[in-house]
């Protein structure tokens, strides 16, 4: 073996080594943040912090179901909002785009990823709560949903552009047209990737706050419709994480691990609805 061989040897091996350690660093990182906010939330989450409400300052218990609540609710309107978009801008930048309009759109898609989420919620706050001089449950969902239209696009296209070419060209060649091939080929082709991409989305603005303090903003009660002002898990936590009460703190710590459980349930429910669809089709 020559010396060039050698070094090469040694190179890749230690660059294998510093990657692997890397990934152990990073993992063991993730792991340490999931324990610690388990350990403490673990120990708050009781039947009481499901089922009543919060308590007023001074009074030990309750519990969060108003904000459980309201979270699905603005979660719901955001998906109202943001799926269908995304996934139509998505569609329309993979399969029928031209060049210079499709250029804007990725821009600006990419541009709207990295706007800080307060500038989302004091546009909402500006288009919605001014005109209705309230806050309510459809700003907040209205904002969650601008934040997530940028990622459900370039998800979207992403996903259907890893598509072999072949799959197209053989459904036209069957007779099909465009659009027909696009809806009953291409998209169940990339399936799996659409979806992903929308449930990390969802997850993206699931744990924001700002956005939320300038639109939903809060409630210590039910909010029955969507024209009122909303508790959020987000929210809560950080009002309750900001007070001076031990018993906030304690169960600003089982929110934040009821916010990561659902999270990561719609994540796992996501991808079984796929694998089975694609063992179906199979």
């Known amino acids: 073996m020559t010396l060039r061989n050698r070094w090469r040897k040694f190179v890749n091996v230690l660059m294998l080594s510093l990657a692997g350690l890397c990934a152990v660093v990073a993992v063991f990182v993730l792991f340490f943040i999931l324990g610690y906010l388990v350990y403490y939330g673990g120990k708050s989450l009781n039947w009481a912090f499901f089922t009543q409400l919060p308590?007023?300052?001074?009074?030990?218990?309750?519990?969060m179901a108003n904000a459980i609540v309201g979270s699905g609710k603005l979660l719901l309107l955001a998906s109202a909002v943001g799926i269908p978009i995304g996934f139509l801008g998505g569609v329309y930048?993979?399969?029928f785009g031209g060049k210079a309009f499709p250029?804007?759109?990725?821009?600006?898609?990419?541009?709207?990823?990295?706007?800080?989420?307060?500038?989302?919620?004091?546009?909402?706050?500006?288009?919605?709560?001014?005109?209705?001089?309230?806050?309510?449950?459809?700003?907040?969902?209205?904002?969650?949903?601008?934040?997530?239209?940028?990622?459900?696009?370039?998800s979207t296209e992403e996903s259907l552009r890893t598509v072999p070419l072949s799959l197209r060209e053989g459904a036209l060649a069957l007779g099909a047209s465009?659009?027909?091939s696009v809806a009953t080929v291409v998209v169940p082709a990339a399936a799996r990737g659409i979806v992903t991409g929308t449930v990390l989305a969802l997850a993206r603005v699931a744990g924001e706050t700002a956005p939320l303090l300038f639109t939903s903003f809060g409630n210590q009660f039910w909010s029955p419709g969507w024209n009122q002002p909303t508790a959020s898990l987000p929210v809560?936590?950080?009002?309750?994480?900001?007070?001076?009460?031990?018993?906030?703190?304690?169960?600003?710590?089982?929110?934040?691990?009821?916010?990561?459980?659902?999270?990561?349930?719609?994540?796992?429910?996501?991808?079984?609805?796929?694998?089975?669809?694609?063992?179906?089709?199979v």
């Not at 990419?110 to 909402?124: E, Q």
């Not at 809560?236 to 009821?258: C, E, K, N």
Request: proline share 4%; glycine share 10%; aromatic share 10%.
């Open 55 to 63: 308590k007023p300052v001074g009074e030990h218990g309750g519990g």
């Open 93 to 95: 930048l993979a399969e």
């Open 103 to 154: 250029f804007f759109v990725r821009y600006t898609a990419d541009l709207l990823n990295g706007v800080p989420s307060i500038v989302m919620g004091i546009f909402a706050y500006t288009v919605v709560v001014l005109p209705m001089r309230h806050f309510s449950a459809l700003a907040g969902g209205l904002a969650l949903g601008v934040m997530m239209i940028p990622i459900s696009v370039r």
């Open 178 to 180: 465009k659009w027909r």
């Open 236 to 281: 809560m936590i950080f009002t309750y994480a900001i007070s001076p009460y031990d018993d906030w703190h304690r169960q600003a710590w089982a929110a934040g691990l009821v916010l990561l459980g659902l999270v990561l349930l719609a994540n796992i429910t996501a991808r079984l609805m796929v694998s089975r669809r694609t063992l179906n089709q």
